[in-house]
């Protein structure tokens, strides 16, 4: 299992790349939501799961991560949900 905080640097560097034209300067840590603190947009979503896929070379099972938050009431996505599961489905 890849440890967190390398997939924090990852997930940092996919999204520069991704969203070129986005710059967050506040606190990012777990609890920071990607459509309210970052500014995504759902498409944009969708676009930084596939270049995820891309940049760890494996298809991740989003649609159920996605679908286990709605059922959770989640409204939003949080970085720290979102590294546990890129924990779970990345090789090490």
């Known amino acids: 299992m890849k440890d967190a905080e390398l997939i924090y640097a990852d997930l940092a560097e996919v999204m520069r ?10 606190e990012v840590g ?5 459509f309210a603190d970052i500014g995504l ?10 270049r ?7 298809k991740l099972p989003f649609g159920t991560f996605l679908n286990g938050l709605r059922k959770q009431g989640a409204t939003d996505v949080q970085l720290g949900s979102l590294v546990a599961f890129l924990r779970q489905n990345i090789p090490a």
């Open 17 to 26: 790349s991704a969203f070129p034209d986005r710059d967050y300067d506040g």
């Open 52 to 58: 995820l896929e891309g940049f760890y070379g494996v």
């Open 41 to 50: 947009a759902s498409i944009d979503l969708i676009v930084l799961a596939e």
């Open 30 to 34: 777990p609890a920071t939501c990607v």
